[in-house]
């Protein structure tokens, strides 16, 4: 059973940054892709960014030149960069790993707000 503890999350103004972590218990290489979606109250559960086993990313248009997903092979870590954040920004952050099997952290609030 694959683990991945999120962290990093809190309360930001508007125009602020924070960065989220996603640790995962074993290599992320045994993985084809690894990712942050996020849920606001009310809404579905939505793609933010993804990055794969060879590096390649992709984002949601609507943090594009704003988030920037990156990993650390070493520590097994995922993170998401998000800078210029907006209040629309908040929501729960659920890291999520795909390959062969597909798992989720327990996600970590963050909440823009002035």
């Known amino acids: 059973q694959v683990q991945l503890v999120e962290s990093g999350g809190g309360l930001v103004q508007p125009g602020g940054s ?3 972590s996603c640790a995962a218990s074993e290599s ?3 993985f084809h892709r690894m990712g942050w ?3 606001a109250p009310g809404k579905q559960r939505e793609l933010v ?3 794969t086993n060879g590096g390649s990313t992709n984002y949601a248009d ?8 990156s990993r650390d092979g070493m520590k097994n870590t995922v993170y998401l960069q998000m800078n210029s954040l907006k209040p629309e920004d908040t929501a729960v952050y659920y ?3 795909l390959g062969p099997y ?4 327990q996600g970590t609030q963050v909440t823009v707000s002035s």
Request: hydrophobic share 35%.
């Open 18 to 20: 924070l960065r989220l």
């Open 28 to 30: 992320m290489f045994s």
């Open 37 to 39: 979606y996020r849920q």
């Open 49 to 51: 960014a993804t990055i």
């Open 62 to 69: 609507s943090v594009k030149g704003r988030f920037t997903i």
């Open 95 to 97: 890291c999520h790993s």
């Open 102 to 105: 597909e798992y989720w952290g």
